[in-house]
């Protein structure tokens, strides 16, 4: 339809005057897909539950997303783009100085927030005040400690320079810090090619239903479309899957649906909107059938949940050591307990996007922010039945992962549409659609029984773990398996028995979360510490240092612990003045101590390459194979490289694409840090050894190899390194309201310790959501109760209580500079030391996750 005069929108944008259609869904849209303005974000639209497209109408802050485009008719529009150059630096160059920024999404957001209450009340600004402002904004990746304190610098004058993180070691400001800021760094829909089409998806109605007919007659017809693809036109494999390729890129026509993200068909068009509005008008006809959704039903039923599965029974990883029945029975106390922990949707600020682009070459180019691009190049390939020489798959950073976005999205749908149609095509999800389809954090029913002996020694654990994995594998099983690994914590226990069972049913997919399976199990076993601490008399610290294992202990599933456990205890250790403090005081008082493992371990033999390559403008081109994400990686391939090359950080320029072999899976389990240092290190060597030729790939490899699988020797080693960390939770016993986290964390090597922070609070912020208010339940027919990220309990910025961070170093052996990652285990000891203050503070145990306890009462704000 042609779209008159009368049906356009006309306002000043950034004082200039601009017109827009009219038929927009609301002022965001105009702004991004016909203005071209990418700052303002698309993090939810169109419920403003984020915060990332705030702009300033008429001098006041507005959520884009919420606004119709018809209310901007003669007003004036602000944007981050169209801020005085020098007020941009100084947010720009104040954040990026305080580490107030990781993955950048949410960034550009909150500095017109910022702005808006910087102008109107200057140095008078309290951190208070800004708190409950922030109130409409979400960050997952910081924990908003460093970005208040970016604020206030702005808001008291203070000129501020980032420093330019040197070698390994140096505090420094991110890579790309000051355009992440800005707005100015895209993301993959940011991104525009010239004949782009945008892709939508038709989901499925049921979560388990026999797919008898999908008619596209009605999506073809409507206004706008170019294509409708079904699995009929998919000219390769069906299935993609990391480990198991059993999750279909969409289900045709006699097929089953196993899951409420389950595709049916890709409605391609020539705007978002234009495919939006046709996807539900692919027609589908059905035969429905019961879904399964008790895990523990699952695992006798008769009905096979998952289409394609012979099993509801995806996993079961077990492990004996010692007589357990002889312990137990032996010990002067024992502790039986059961706890349940729920399912989590990460809530990344970024929502899944995908653009692909046909080369003349007759190769795919497909701009990804998945977590492993090689993955995502070897699936697209498959899908489309051409060689992976056909594919390039580029990193654009994004905005937001933890785990969420490991799993092939819309990378598969993106691909298949561009190929067959021969132009460049982007699919981008609703925050709805995101929800439905990627993966979750485990739900796991775990049953503890643990001894010890008069003094408080522990003697034997035994634990039965169940998890909820969803229709598809993903990586349950490996979170299951990691879940049995870490049953025992960081403790000396003579005797174990453990096993633990992935179970598949109709209920979202689960699968990579930070943490991993660790934190679901370290939160039972640190409970069943603290109620046999009380049994024995003693103090949380004091049952933990009896217990906390040593270099040459054995631990776990057998394996002798290397030099690099010592920190254990050393973060231990650096709590107990502040809790004897704390507890003098009439504080409640928690622990938690935990410990995470770096790599993946369990007998993979990891290889990452890195190149480096000297280019004839003075550039040094560092090349690797992980995913930056907001952790930093591609920081820490920065310091490396200046590290060993004793290059002018300014001359560093960092690329990940797959034009050369060096992805060695997910960027995952903290091991980018570990695996990517020293994959650099390795290629900076090899050009010192070349003389730094120029305009040759240096090639560097860093590789382990002595792991062994779960179970298979009475000693396995069955991870290289572990990261370590004890926190310290301070509640008021009065009102049972978390008051401060103490957080030391063994991160073997900070190779720069103002990102090592700034993860830590990140982590801490998760794992107070996680302890207390975060959920994502399933209803009976397994698809999500929860549509918005309101609903999630994600704590906004009044609710986070200081954080305190101990940044301790025991080198890890074996791993390059000693490093151990820190990502994962940040948020592992949160939830127990939590429930350990909150029976500190009312004498009741908690079993059950959420706790929903300790918050100060939730009040709206502008």
Not at 670 to 683: F, I, K, N, Y
Not at 770 to 795: C, Q
Request: overall charge negative; hydrophobic content about 40%; some cysteine.
């Amino acid at each position: 339809m042609t779209v008159t005069e009368v049906d356009r929108v006309t306002f000043t944008l950034n004082g200039e005057q601009v017109s827009v259609r009219g038929d927009h869904p609301h002022l965001l849209a105009a702004l991004r897909e016909e203005l071209g303005v990418t700052s303002a974000k698309d993090g939810c639209s169109p419920s403003g539950q984020c915060g990332c497209c705030t702009v300033m109408v008429d001098g006041k802050v507005q959520v884009s997303c919420t606004m119709p485009v018809a209310k901007a008719q003669g007003k004036a529009v602000l944007t981050l783009e169209g801020l005085d150059p020098d007020e941009r630096r100084r947010y720009a160059e104040a954040f990026a100085a305080h580490g107030a920024l990781q993955c950048g999404f949410c960034t550009p957001g909150i500095v017109m927030r910022a702005k808006a209450q910087v102008d109107r009340k200057g140095a008078d600004l309290t951190r208070e005040d800004m708190q409950r402002h922030l109130g409409a904004h979400l960050c997952r990746c910081t924990g908003y400690v460093k970005i208040l304190d970016a604020i206030l610098a702005v808001a008291n004058g203070k000129e501020e320079v980032p420093a330019v993180p040197t070698g390994v070691g140096s505090r420094g400001a991110r890579y790309e810090a000051v355009s992440l800021a800005l707005g100015d760094r895209g993301y993959v829909d940011d991104l525009r090619v010239p004949g782009m089409l945008h892709a939508a998806l038709r989901l499925t109605d049921h979560t388990r239903a026999d797919v008898v007919r999908i008619d596209t007659e009605r999506a073809r017809r409507a206004p706008g479309v170019v294509a409708v693809l079904t699995a009929a036109d998919i000219p390769g494999d069906l299935r993609v899957g990391i480990i198991h390729r059993d999750w279909p890129v969409m289900i045709p026509e006699g097929g089953r649906t196993s899951y409420a993200g389950d595709v049916l068909a890709v409605v391609v068009a020539e705007t978002r909107q234009a495919a939006r509005d046709a996807a539900p008008l692919v027609d589908v006809e059905y035969e429905v059938l019961d879904p399964v959704v008790d895990p523990v039903a699952a695992i006798d039923a008769a009905q096979i949940a998952v289409w394609g599965s012979d099993s509801n029974v995806l996993s079961r990883s077990a492990y004996v050591r010692g007589d357990v029945d002889a312990a137990l029975a032996s010990s002067a106390h024992v502790v039986h307990e059961v706890f349940d922990t729920q399912r989590v949707e990460h809530a990344f600020l970024e929502p899944e996007s995908t653009l692909a682009v046909p080369g003349e070459d007759g190769v795919l180019h497909v701009y990804s922010g998945g977590q492993g691009i090689w993955d995502d190049r070897d699936q697209i390939a498959s899908v489309l039945g051409v060689d992976r020489s056909r594919v390039t798959a580029e990193l654009v950073s994004n905005g937001g992962a933890f785990g969420g976005k490991e799993d092939l999205s819309n990378q598969a749908h993106a691909a298949l549409a561009a190929w067959l149609l021969g132009r460049p095509v982007k699919c981008t999800l609703s925050r709805q659609e995101s929800f439905r389809m990627h993966a979750k954090r485990h739900p796991l029913h775990l049953e503890y029984w643990v001894g010890c002996d008069g003094d408080g020694h522990l003697t034997a654990v035994r634990a039965r773990l169940l998890g909820d994995s969803g229709a598809y594998a993903s990586v349950g099983m490996k979170v299951l398996e990691r879940a049995a690994g870490h049953a025992s914590g960081p403790y000396r226990v003579p005797a174990i028995d453990v096993e633990a069972v992935a179970v598949r049913t109709n209920n979202p997919v689960c699968g990579a979360f930070r943490g991993f399976g660790a934190n679901q199990s370290q939160f039972a076993m640190e409970g069943m510490v603290d109620r046999l601490a009380e049994r024995v008399g003693i103090t949380g610290w004091e049952m933990r240092k009896r217990n906390v294992v040593h270099p040459g202990d054995v631990w776990g599933p057998g394996q002798l612990m290397d030099d690099g456990c010592a920190g254990a205890e050393r973060c231990l250790d650096a709590l107990a003045d502040r809790y004897e403090a704390a507890r003098a005081a009439g504080k409640a008082v928690g622990l938690g101590l935990a410990l995470k493992n770096s790599g993946l371990g369990n007998g993979y033999t990891e290889v990452s390459r890195a190149v480096v390559r000297f280019e004839e403008d003075g550039v040094v081109e560092v090349r690797h194979g992980w995913t930056e994400m907001g952790q930093g990686i591609h920081t820490v391939a920065l310091q490396v490289a200046v590290e060993e090359l004793g290059v002018d950080p300014a001359r560093v320029r960092v690329v990940v694409d797959t034009t050369r072999e060096l992805g060695d899976g997910q960027t995952t389990g903290s091991r980018g840090t570990l695996m990517g240092a020293g994959a650099v290190r390795e290629a900076c060597r090899a050009a010192r050894a070349a003389d730094c030729r120029p305009g040759v790939d240096h090639v560097g490899e860093y590789q382990v190899d002595w792991t062994q699988e779960l179970g298979t020797s009475d000693n396995p080693t069955i991870h290289a390194a572990f990261g370590y960390a004890a926190q310290m939770v301070v509640v008021d016993p009065a009102t049972c309201q978390v008051e401060r986290v103490v957080a030391a964390h063994d991160v073997g090597r900070a190779i720069n310790p103002m990102l090592c922070e700034g993860q830590i609070e990140g982590a801490v912020h998760m794992g107070l959501g996680y302890a207390l208010s975060e959920d994502f339940p399933a209803d009976e027919r397994g698809f999500p109760v929860k549509t918005n990220l309101r609903s999630l309990g994600v704590l906004r910025p009044k609710d986070v209580p200081p954080i305190d961070v101990i940044l301790i170093e025991v080198p890890q052996p074996r791993a390059p500079y000693g490093v151990k990652g820190v990502g994962e285990i940040g948020l592992v000891p949160t939830a127990p030391a939590v429930a350990a203050a909150l029976h500190a503070a009312d004498g009741k145990w908690r079993t059950t996750l959420p706790m929903r306890a300790g918050l100060a009462p939730s009040a709206d704000t502008d």
